[in-house]
C-alpha cells in the first residue's frame, strides 16, 4: 500500500511591530527587541511565506484577571516612570523594582504579550492551526499577584486557561533554562494541567523545581 504524505500543519505567528519598542532599561537583561530580531529573519529567510501572520490584540483587564489578581492588574495599568513615588508601597508588594522595573509602556507591553497567547490559544480551540508562535510570550515566572524574574503577566497561564475550556487535560513543557514556576504554581492543585520544566537546578534563579 503507497504510503499518503503528510497533511501540512497549518502554523499561525503572533507579532507587533511595537513590542520590540519597549526597554526596560539600561543593562537590563530583558531586551524585547530582540523579538524584533526574530521576526526579520523569519523575514529574510521567506519563512513568513509557510505561516499565517497575525497582529495580537491588545488582552484586556478582564482577560488578564482570569488568573491574575484585580489590584494588580490596576497597579500595572496605573505605574509610570514620573509617578513611581506615589506606588512606593505597592512596588514592594507586587514585587516590583530592580528585575522587574517601571518603565514605559510597561502596561501595553504587558497586553501584547498576554494577547498574543490567548489569541493563539483559541484559534487552537478552533482548530484553525495546529501550530501557534508567539515570541512576545513565554512569561513564566509571573505570580498571580506578584511579578517576578523579568516577567510581568503570565501570558502562558492565560494560554492554558483559555485551552481547558475545550480540552479535558493540557500538557504544558518548559525548556527555558529558569524553573517555570509561575505556571507550575498557578496549576499545582488541579490535575487538569501537567506541568514539565527542563531547567537548570541548585541554586539558579528561582532556585526552585
Known sequence: MAMQ????????????????NYYYGQGHPMKPHRIRMTHNLLLNYGLYRKMEIYRPHKATADEM??????????????????????????????????????????????QLSAGGSVAAAVKLNKQASEI???????????KKSEASGFCYVNDIVLGILELLKYHQRVLYIDIDVHH????EEAFYTTDRVMTVSFHKYGEYFPGTG
Not at 504524505?5 to 520590540?20: E, F, L, M, N, T
Not at 509610570?80 to 514592594?92: A, H, L
Not at 501557534?132 to 513565554?138: Q, T, V
Open 180 to 183: 517555570g514556576d509561575g505556571v
Open 65 to 110: 484577571t482570569k488568573f491574575h489578581s484585580d489590584d494588580y492588574i490596576r497597579f500595572l495599568r496605573s505605574i509610570r516612570p514620573d509617578n513611581m513615588t506615589e506606588y512606593n508601597k505597592q512596588m514592594q508588594r507586587f514585587n516590583v523594582g530592580e528585575d522587574c522595573p517601571v518603565f514605559d509602556g510597561l502596561y501595553e507591553f504587558c
Open 5 to 20: 504524505p503528510h497533511s501540512k500543519k497549518r502554523v499561525c505567528y503572533y507579532y507587533d511591530s511595537d513590542i520590540g
Open 132 to 142: 501557534c508562535i508567539n515570541w512576545g510570550g513565554g512569561l513564566h515566572h509571573a
